[in-house]
């Protein structure tokens, strides 16, 4: 008979073991599994340890613990995955957003206190995460958002629908070529930007998420250039580009918005120190 604190304890030792989690992210993880498998919240899973699962909750719990153990990502498991003050629903065509994505989302807030922002433009939208935690805030704004990836941009209209009231406008486009706007206050991007040589890349991230989320060419620095050259040419006169990029390509972001016509070139950290959002304002 398996009770709710029985199958907590067990699956958490095999998820520390097989995927070596720390303890507590393993619970965490079971926690999230088990709440899914009986349709129940945290508080019940902590409020009746020895409640006992039926078989049919009992399957469906070991059959998605399976997946977990073989390194599927426990977004792509439970279908959603939490983002700013929402939850998104994520599929296999869209990056997992990331906690780290929240930095890009606060600059552009940050901006948006001392300079008016009407109109602002997320290029690579995934899942919608960045278009829809800004249009939730900056309710006033005109929100549009794009991706070349037609099964992402279904993902993302869906959570627009949901979570801000369907008012982005969404746009199926290479970067910039099926974009029909202009004037916008703020352009900002997390673009696939990891290098196609880079081996430290996890292959829990590698066989799961999106390859044309996550790969650019150059270093990983093919798509930053794209967008970099022709933004300022959507860009209000007093507009600005904000780029997510990795920890490490903070100088070359600089000096790519640097020849595509930005100035006042910052960048910010995010919670772990690590040089993550670079920005500047159009000349
Ligand atoms: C790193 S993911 C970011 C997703 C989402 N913005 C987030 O932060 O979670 C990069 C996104 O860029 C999109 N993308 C890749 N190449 C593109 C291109 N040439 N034009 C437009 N979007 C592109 C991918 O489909 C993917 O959704």
Redesign the pocket.
Known sequence: MQTIGKCLRSSSALLTERLSLTLREAMVESEILLQNAIGKNRTYLSTWPEKILNTAQQDFFQKILQRRLNGEPIAHIIGTKDFWDFTLKVTKA??I??SD?ELIVETALQISEKQQITKIL??????G??AIALARKLTKAEIHA????SK?LEVAKQNGTVLADNKIVFYE???FKEITETGFDIIL????YISTYDKDISPEVACHE?K???FSTDNGLS?IKKIAAEAAGFLNHDGWLLL?HGYRQAEDVAKIMSVSGFTEITTALDIQGHQRVTYGKKK
């Open positions: 869209t990056l957003p990331r994505t997320d290029m690579g939208t995934g899942s995460a960045i794009s991706d070349n990836s992402a486009s290479d970067w991007s997390n673009p696939p999106p044309t989320a996550l798509d997510e």
